[in-house]
């Protein structure tokens, strides 16, 4: 039986990296798309040898982009997350890093006409519903990748790209706080549960055993603390209307401590069952809005609370992530109205990757 073959470029979009599609040349199928995508990735495998995955959750994502008939967006962007040691893949969240190469990617693929050195693309996150304009440097109708821009966590300097996400509250849930209360008290710990871009449960670091500025290798081997977190997050979930999040990667987990090197707060995102090894774009925006919003677990790290637009300077595991959130509190409601940042892209690769016959047969 002959493999089959679909064209493919391979991006790194902010921290993350993965292969970008279109969506039309895949399975229109949700269970034959998995299928598609487990073996793309090579998913149930530590190294996913069998696939052009990375061995790692922020190397197991894929993004599948189509013409938008939205009246807005330009472009749609549907994500998956696949597993890497399960062959699973999760439709729900979206991934704010590897949504920095969308824009890159549409103009790759002929899906938006670059429009003179700098090109708008707007772009539809069909998992969440969230909308993003995207500002990509196309000089003489070329994507430009080069440039003098720096993002901790990635070697280098490329080109940048700035992002502005609308519509970020309740992308899953509805729900700015889908609980209806700022904090929870699950398992004798205070959480707030936030959706803004990503829902999300959120912790004080000292209130898990931890101080908070640990590595993500020290973090990832402190399985009791992973028990703790993912003992509350399955309660969490249900409390957010999000049902049995077992085998679901939403709600993530983040952790806050005081600054430590001269930014607003100190974070640790989990993807929920590794410690990302710098920060979620989505997640960086909900802990922001965390840091923002009073009567949040939150409250009192950030001293004294910036007006909108805030921007805020998020310490991770290697380095710093700022982000600018516009605000409104008003009459006892804090709303997000929209979050910026400025991120980087790089085209690796292009061709095409080859699935087992067995798993799909293009008809």
């Avoid at 967006?73 to 699973?88: I, M, P, R, S, T």
């Avoid at 090109?119 to 500002?135: C, D, F, K, Q, Y």
Wanted: proline share 6%.
């Amino acid at each position: 039986m002959m493999q089959t073959s679909t064209p493919f470029i391979f991006m790194r979009g902010g921290s993350s990296r993965g292969p970008y599609l279109k969506r039309s040349d895949l399975p229109e199928s949700l269970d034959d798309l998995s299928n598609v995508l487990t073996s793309i990735v090579g998913a149930g495998h530590p190294f996913n040898i069998d696939g052009i995955g990375g061995g790692t959750a922020v190397t197991t994502k894929i993004a599948m982009l189509s013409k938008s008939d939205d009246d807005w967006a330009d472009v749609d962007y549907f994500f998956a997350q696949v597993g890497v040691e399960e062959k699973l893949v999760d439709y729900k969240p979206s991934c704010g890093n590897i949504l920095v190469g969308v824009g890159p990617a549409a103009i790759e693929m002929g899906l938006v006409e670059p429009a003179g050195d700098v090109t708008e693309v707007r772009i539809r996150a069909v998992n969440t519903g969230t909308l993003v304009s995207e500002l990509v440097q196309t000089p003489g109708g070329v994507v430009q990748y080069d440039g003098n821009a720096a993002i901790d966590g990635v070697p280098g300097t490329a080109a940048p790209i700035q992002l502005r996400f609308m519509k970020v509250e309740g992308s899953l849930t509805g729900a700015l706080f889908p609980t209806g209360s700022r904090t929870e008290v699950i398992n004798g710990v205070t959480v707030s549960c936030m959706d803004v871009a990503m829902p999300m449960v959120i912790g004080l670091a000292s209130d898990f055993g931890i101080t908070g500025y640990e590595s993500a290798a020290d973090l990832d081997a402190n399985t009791d603390l992973f028990a703790k977190m993912e003992a509350i997050r399955l309660i969490a979930g249900k409390r957010m209307g999000l049902g049995d999040v077992t085998k679901s990667v939403t709600p993530k987990f983040g952790l806050l401590a005081p600054s430590k090197g001269g930014g607003s707060a100190c974070v640790r995102y989990f993807m929920p069952w590794k410690c990302h090894p710098t920060l979620a774009v989505t997640g960086s925006q909900c802990l922001a809005a965390c840091l923002l919003a009073p009567g949040t677990v939150a409250e009192g790290l950030l001293e004294p609370r910036p007006g909108a637009p805030a921007d805020l300077k998020l310490e991770h595991p290697m380095g710093m992530m700022e982000v600018v959130i516009d605000y409104k509190d008003e009459n006892g409601r804090f709303e997000v109205i929209s979050a910026g940042l400025l991120r980087t892209a790089r085209k690796l690769a292009t061709g095409e990757v080859f699935i087992p016959g067995s798993v799909w047969q293009r008809n």
